[in-house]
């Protein structure tokens, strides 16, 4: 019997129908707030998908065990996570799964007091490069984390809302994979963060949207690093995500640049070049759902999972106040733990 799956919104893009397209081990059961011409042709003609229209409509069938969301407002998201969670059905969140740090203390307390599991699609970490930078990381070669620097450049786009409330904005949607590059392939926990962000360069008359922020952060083990998130990639890059990591230890740095094209290795006064992505990604949804039947655990726990999150609404706060236009101001203030 497969892992009954429904699917609310399609809001960032990433809803998981192509994914569950003849998956082994679960299927498309319900939709609501998604386009039945969205689907997979398979999907499409297949009698046992019901269409709801609403969320709470498809929380009443008994056949959808888990929930993804990809909700229509993703400051909405969070409670629309715990009335699915109340109503028995575990989650998988669009990230962010939560815009402030309340939202997040009470995602993981549901979780908690009803059984069921929950999970952002926070699989970046799992991706190669990085599943292979973070492995090498985790072997000690490069010696301790002492620094690291991290960028995230997504093009802009005229369907970007102007309102961060809608898809969690500059920091919560994009940056937040810089954050994971940090916490869960350089393998350090952020401590401090203090964040400053413009609006320079938004083509868009009346637009409230930052287009451009930076991030420097204090590391639990005495280290620093700093994250580049923007707007600002252009096409003719030929990826959709400029994305760098650099990553230095005690003995060595490891990098990926190019929108994770290029790959280096150095260790000492050997330069080992490219890396060998002999292991295959995984797919973080294959790792919940092998999860959710018994077959093995999560990689990372919960609350680790959710620490990114929480460190880009810290961020988001710090930079709070503090848009960088025309004119300068202060641009770091701590934030809390």
Not at 56 to 67: G, V
């Amino acid at each position: 019997m497969k892992l009954g799956v429904g699917l609310y919104g399609n809001n960032g893009g990433h809803q998981i129908h192509r994914e569950l397209s003849c998956h082994p081990l679960a299927k498309v059961v319900a939709i609501a707030g998604l386009d039945t011409d969205l689907l997979t042709p398979e999907q499409q003609a297949d009698p046992d998908i019901r269409v709801y229209e609403t969320l709470e409509r498809m929380l009443d069938d008994k056949r959808a065990q888990l929930i993804s969301l990809c909700s229509p407002v993703r400051a909405l998201q969070a409670d629309e996570a715990i009335l699915c969670m109340s109503r028995g059905k575990h989650v998988y969140a669009e990230k962010p799964c939560a815009l402030n740090e309340r939202d997040i203390g009470r995602l993981l307390e549901t979780a908690a007091a009803t059984g069921r599991q929950f999970r952002e699609m926070a699989g970046t970490a799992f991706e190669q490069p990085y599943l292979a930078i973070r492995e090498l990381v985790k072997s000690g070669v490069i010696g301790e984390v002492v620094q690291v620097f991290a960028q995230k450049s997504y093009p802009y786009h005229d369907g970007r809302p102007q309102d961060e409330a809608v898809d969690g904005g500059l920091i919560g949607q994009n940056g937040i994979h810089a954050v994971r590059f940090i916490e869960h392939v350089a393998g350090v926990r952020i401590k401090r963060v203090t964040a400053a962000e413009t609006r320079l360069g938004n083509p868009s008359a009346e637009g409230n949207l930052p287009m451009a922020a930076g991030l420097l952060m204090e590391l639990a083990n005495g280290g620093v690093a700093s994250a580049v998130v923007n707007y600002l990639n252009q096409r003719g890059m030929g990826s959709w995500g400029n994305d760098h990591l650099r990553i230095f230890g005690t003995k060595g740095f490891v990098e990926s640049t190019d929108g994770g094209t290029r790959t280096r290795l150095v260790v000492g006064d050997e330069d080992r070049g490219p890396l060998q992505l002999w292991e295959p990604e995984r797919s973080y949804l294959d790792m919940y759902i092998d999860c959710l039947l018994g077959k093995s655990e999560m990689p990372l726990p919960l609350e680790d999972e959710l620490h990114c999150t929480r460190v880009t609404v810290q961020a988001k706060q710090s930079a709070a106040g503090r848009i960088v236009n025309k004119e300068t101001r202060g641009l770091f203030s701590e934030t809390k733990e």
